[in-house]
């Protein structure tokens, strides 16, 4: 059984492909770990339509590159196989491949969503070969780091983040990264922080049309977790109101976590 994801919705793919320069990530976060060796091997768990895959491919275009996501409809949406990296479908807590089979593994905001975080990143560093690198880059702070807090917000926020962490996200993972991957048995383990969402005063609208999809995505997830439509609403316009402002401040910091296996 695959990981259910939160985000589940026909247009996350490009919404997925649309927040991030894909060329630039790789160039910032992976390319100091790729190998320059034609036949490198490199697999990206929990990519999405494959949008990062395919970024490492263009940046080592002699590797090979897995794109690995539990859900097979949005992974083909990024391309067929044999055009691009190979698409592979499945559970990022038993991936089917076998022990040492990857120079390097990575994910890129995918362990945010997965309660089981520990067997997910045993998992990437049993694929990944002896001396290999595992790369993990997720988000602290998503959601619920806001100045002001002002009392209708708060109010939202805490159902929204209790319902959340029921079904498995967790908006701290970021910080947890260095300590699952030192349990995990990952050595010269080496961590980095950089801001993610950083909107001071009014959101431009490029940004503004980014979250309106996402909080449309996540719309029936808010009105279960506030009992109504109606209230998912509400909070929606609230939030929307919040990145608005032009006295307002919405934060969040994104970790990385090098590590190399043993």
Do not use: C
Request: aromatic residues 6%; hydrophobic residues 45%.
């Amino acid at each position: 059984m695959t990981v259910p994801y939160l985000m589940e919705d026909q247009r996350e793919a490009g919404r997925l492909v649309a927040k991030v320069d894909a060329d630039a990530w790789v160039h910032t976060y992976l390319d100091p770990v790729l190998p320059q060796t034609p036949g490198a091997r490199v697999l990206d768990v929990g990519a999405g339509p494959g949008h990062i895959a395919e970024a490492v491919l263009r940046a080592r275009s002699a590797a090979q590159v897995v794109a690995f996501d539990g859900n097979p409809e949005r992974l083909a949406s990024g391309g067929p196989d044999g055009a691009g990296p190979l698409r592979r479908s499945g559970d990022a807590r038993a991936l089917p491949f076998d022990d040492g089979s990857f120079d390097v593994v990575y994910s890129r905001l995918m362990l945010q969503y997965i309660a089981e975080r520990d067997v997910a990143i045993a998992e990437m560093a049993r694929v990944t070969r002896p001396g290999g690198t595992v790369v993990l880059f997720d988000l602290d702070g998503q959601l619920i780091w806001h100045d002001p807090l002002g009392p209708e917000l708060s109010a939202l926020l805490e159902p929204v983040t209790t319902a959340l962490t029921a079904a498995g996200f967790d908006p701290h993972t970021g910080r947890r990264l260095y300590g699952l991957a030192h349990r995990t048995g990952l050595t010269d383990l080496d961590v980095r922080v950089d801001p993610y969402h950083l909107i001071a005063g009014r959101i431009d609208p490029v940004q503004r049309s980014q979250w309106e999809l996402k909080l449309d995505i996540a719309r029936p997830l808010l009105a279960r977790a506030l009992g109504s439509p109606q209230a998912a609403q509400e909070a929606v316009d609230a939030f929307l109101a919040h990145l608005d402002s032009e006295e307002t401040l919405t934060y969040s910091v994104a970790f990385t976590v090098t590590g190399r296996r043993v």
